[in-house]
């Protein structure tokens, strides 16, 4: 479907189910509650919205069995909310309410000046107390394993107990970014993570919010004698 052809611009709002089928009625609701005139004004540069509906069939999960997903795209950074409820209509009154605060954000943003220092990677340590540990391997330290429970193999995945399982791969291409503009993106998604190729030392890296404001950054390196180690040949010659 498509924005009012008598408006400035036309902005296509695709409306897809995952593993679910989208009404009709649904699809109507979705251009009359995305007020595009609105959308347009906090950003010009908008092209297309894309609206996904999945439904979760466990009945535990009733009070957030409908999970809606907007993802804005523009010339822009993209700008994605989603909100689960009782209902699909309940849920797209949550995520819009999301997506147009976002928006002001981002809209804000743009016309003023951001009043605190930028934090280097190298500071985030004494601004950011208890970050997670890493061990000698860059892999973050974890709190000892409860009581082994039962786990069977579905794919290449291991699963524990009864689960529940929930799998989606995503794959993004990303240029580097400063630790400034990755906590900047992280915002406009709306997620308590992520993960960005830092332009200063060029390996991976993650950002994940703690409490209220705070925030935390993992960085990931290769420790040089691991990897000395795995390139050496599997045997060695014994000195007489």
């Given at each position: 479907?498509?924005?009012?052809?008598?408006?400035?611009?036309?902005?296509?709002?695709?409306?897809?189910?995952?593993?679910?089928?989208?009404?009709?009625?649904?699809?109507?609701?979705?251009?009359?509650?995305?007020?595009?005139?609105?959308?347009?004004?906090?950003?010009?540069?908008?092209?297309?919205?894309?609206?996904?509906?999945?439904?979760?069939?466990?009945?535990?999960?009733?009070?957030?069995?409908?999970?809606?997903?907007?993802?804005?795209?523009?010339?822009?950074?993209?700008?994605?909310?989603?909100?689960?409820?009782?209902?699909?209509?309940?849920?797209?009154?949550?995520?819009?309410?999301?997506?147009?605060?976002?928006?002001?954000?981002?809209?804000?943003?743009?016309?003023?000046?951001?009043?605190?220092?930028?934090?280097?990677?190298?500071?985030?340590?004494?601004?950011?107390?208890?970050?997670?540990?890493?061990?000698?391997?860059?892999?973050?330290?974890?709190?000892?394993?409860?009581?082994?429970?039962?786990?069977?193999?579905?794919?290449p995945l291991e699963v524990?107990?009864?689960?529940?399982?929930?799998?989606?791969?995503?794959?993004?291409?990303?240029?580097?970014m400063t630790?400034?503009?990755?906590?900047?993106?992280?915002?406009?998604?709306?997620?308590?993570?992520?993960?960005?190729?830092?332009?200063?030392?060029?390996?991976?890296?993650?950002?994940?919010?703690?409490?209220?404001?705070?925030?935390?950054?993992?960085?990931?390196?290769?420790?040089?004698?691991?990897?000395?180690?795995?390139?050496?040949?599997?045997?060695?010659?014994?000195?007489?």
């Amino acid at each position: 479907m498509r924005g009012d052809p008598g408006t400035e611009f036309c902005v296509d709002i695709v409306v897809k189910g995952r593993k679910t089928e989208v009404p009709e009625r649904f699809r109507k609701h979705v251009a009359e509650k995305l007020k595009l005139e609105k959308i347009q004004k906090l950003d010009g540069k908008v092209i297309s919205l894309d609206v996904e509906v999945s439904k979760e069939l466990n009945p535990r999960q009733a009070d957030r069995s409908d999970r809606v997903e907007i993802t804005l795209h523009s010339r822009g950074p993209v700008i994605r909310a989603e909100a689960a409820a009782s209902d699909a209509y309940a849920a797209l009154d949550l995520a819009a309410d999301k997506l147009e605060a976002r928006l002001r954000k981002q809209h804000d943003k743009r016309y003023t000046r951001r009043g605190a220092r930028r934090i280097s990677a190298a500071e985030v340590a004494d601004h950011v107390p208890g970050a997670a540990t890493l061990d000698g391997k860059g892999s973050v330290v974890q709190d000892e394993a409860p009581e082994a429970v039962p786990t069977k193999k579905i794919g290449p995945l291991e699963v524990k107990g009864d689960g529940p399982l929930v799998v989606r791969e995503k794959t993004h291409v990303a240029s580097p970014m400063t630790l400034d503009q990755a906590l900047y993106e992280m915002e406009l998604v709306g997620h308590d993570f992520y993960l960005f190729v830092d332009s200063e030392t060029k390996e991976p890296s993650v950002v994940y919010r703690r409490h209220a404001y705070d925030y935390g950054v993992i960085h990931l390196s290769t420790d040089p004698m691991v990897a000395k180690a795995q390139q050496a040949p599997a045997g060695g010659a014994l000195g007489g």
